[in-house]
């Protein structure tokens, strides 16, 4: 009939459900598999590219996820094509539980090097110190951080332009308010990782701030001269203790193991007047030598001479006054001889006066008594001059002898 607008097969062109092909099928042809015209009044207001390609990615999403397609229904239509809900399968929550333990046991699996060591902390407090190999941790309530323990750390201190910001150059003031430049390094290490990572909030500021302040404690208390020459390992051992000492103080679990004192001279600007003054100094402790070695020859000579002197005197002394004990012990026995034998006594004094006084005089002696036959004249041996020629003699032969 005209009025129904009907195909050429007798369709219905008025029907909404549309008309339908050969063998009672829908315009899409036979199953429905055909191509599908949009829906609607033909003012371009059907389903666009972009949504038909999210439905085929959730599509494709609930067939991984366990569910069932829609066996090419029509998207369009609220549950057509015989497909079926969205639902989890016991495989699936099995997969899932796996993935989850993988992804928990990399992360609670850590390794250390032999050259660190790691710190465990239970929900943030301190809870154990790993070795070097592989350690457990189970995340989330234990967290780690792996530290270097045995890697060495440098701070510079004093080097211009490598100062921190609030630190001063290296300008130190000695007990002689003299004006020294210093540059030195500390060499650090991680003893204690724990007490490192709860007890220092900024270790590189706080290792600085303390060197600094124990080199300028030990300088404070030294003069100019010893620290320019011959003072420096001294001065770098005394600091190095003194940092450490500090740290420990902290509880930093930080180990000094060296300090290099690089430099320490006087300050740039007046360095060669400072030169000057020290050979002026030098010139004068010279001179000051030499004339305290004078000063100490001099010295000893007069103290020699005067001791000499006096024990001259002392055996002067000695001398006269044994001297005079003999003479009066001899008068006394004299006196005691005379008392007993008056003639004998004085005519030995007599012979002995006359003996000494004559002994050394050439003589001749004449007999008063000539009325016996003789001379007058008594004959007597030259016995002086025997000695002297015998003297003589000698001393002839000993000289030809050397």
């Known amino acids: 009939m005209a ?95 796996l993935v989850a333990v993988v992804i928990w ?82 060499v650090w290490n991680i003893s204690d990782p724990a007490r490192f990572l709860f007890n220092l909030a900024e270790p590189e500021a706080t290792i600085r701030a303390v060197s600094e302040a124990a080199m300028r404690e030990v300088i404070a208390q030294s003069e100019l001269a010893p620290i320019l020459n011959r003072d420096r390992a001294l001065i770098a051992d005394t600091v190095q203790t003194l940092i450490q000492e500090t740290l420990d103080a902290y509880d930093a679990g930080v180990n000094i193991v060296r300090l290099n004192l690089d430099k320490a001279d006087p300050p740039a600007e007046v360095i060669d007047a400072f030169r000057e003054v020290q050979a002026a100094e030098q010139e004068r402790d010279r001179l000051q030598r030499q004339a305290d070695a004078y000063a100490n020859r001099v010295l000893a000579g007069a103290r020699g001479e005067a001791a000499q002197t006096l024990e001259q005197a002392e055996a002067y002394r000695a001398e006269v006054v044994n001297a005079a004990l003999g003479e009066a012990s001899r008068f006394t026995s004299v006196v005691t001889e005379y008392r007993k034998a008056p003639e004998v006594t004085r005519k030995r004094l007599y012979l002995e006066t006359m003996e000494r006084i004559l002994g050394g005089v050439n003589k001749i002696i004449l007999d008063e008594d000539t009325g016996s036959g003789g001379q007058g004249i008594v004959p007597y041996l030259p016995l002086n001059e025997l000695q002297r020629s015998g003297s003589s003699a000698a001393q002839a032969t000993s000289t030809g002898g050397n």
């Open 3 to 97: 009025g129904n607008n009907g195909g050429p097969w007798g369709g219905s062109g008025g029907n909404s459900g549309g008309g339908r092909g050969p063998g009672g099928s829908g315009p899409e042809g036979p199953g429905g598999d055909g191509p599908r015209r949009p829906a609607g009044n033909g003012s371009g207001q059907g389903m666009s590219e972009i949504d038909q390609i999210v439905r085929k990615g959730q599509e494709q999403l609930r067939v991984l996820m366990g569910g069932k397609g829609n066996n090419g229904g029509d998207p369009n239509r609220g549950g057509g094509g015989g497909g079926g809900g969205f639902h989890l399968s016991r495989g699936t929550f099995v997969l899932a539980g």
């Open 105 to 186: 046991a990399f992360a609670s699996l850590y390794s250390v090097r032999p050259e660190e060591q790691s710190v465990e902390l239970f929900l943030g407090e301190y809870y154990s110190t790993g070795n070097p190999g592989l350690n457990f941790a189970p995340w989330p309530l234990i967290t780690h951080e792996v530290i270097p323990v045995t890697r060495e750390r440098t701070e510079q201190l004093g080097v211009p332009g490598d100062s921190a910001p609030g630190e001063q150059d290296g300008l130190m003031l000695t007990t002689d308010e003299n004006i020294v430049d210093i540059d030195f390094e500390v």
